[in-house]
Nanobody
């Protein structure tokens, strides 16, 4: 059973940067697509971006040009680099995995981390 653990959340000021990490155990990320989702207080979970098994990436319009996803299969890690952060980026961030292909649907992913919180102050 693949297990995912996020880390790297915290508090940052407007315009700052953070890098979130997603560490996998119990399986390999090599053939999996890894997505980052976020959930703000009182809102639904939304897709932030995804990296598929061929390392192609997609991003939500709201983060395009500011966020980037990368992976290190040798370390079984995926990263979310977040730059030019805004208060509206404040949320719990989750990584999720499924075989091969990216998706923006929560229900498509069968492995989830517990989340890490990001707060951006104005």
């Amino acid at each position: 059973q693949l297990q995912l653990v996020e880390s790297g959340g915290g508090s940052v000021e407007f315009g700052g940067s953070l890098r979130l990490s997603c560490a996998a155990s119990g399986g390999t990320l090599e053939y999996r697509a890894i997505a980052w989702f976020r959930q703000a207080l009182g809102k639904g979970r939304e897709a932030v971006g995804c990296i598929d098994s061929r390392d192609d990436t997609t991003y939500a319009d709201s983060v395009k040009g500011r966020f980037s996803i990368s992976r290190d299969n040798a370390k079984n890690m995926v990263y979310l680099q977040m730059n030019s952060l805004k208060p509206e980026d404040t949320a719990f961030y989750y990584c999720a995995a499924q075989l091969y292909y990216c998706s923006t649907y929560v229900s498509d992913f069968d492995s989830w981390g517990q989340g890490t919180h990001v707060t951006v102050s104005s």
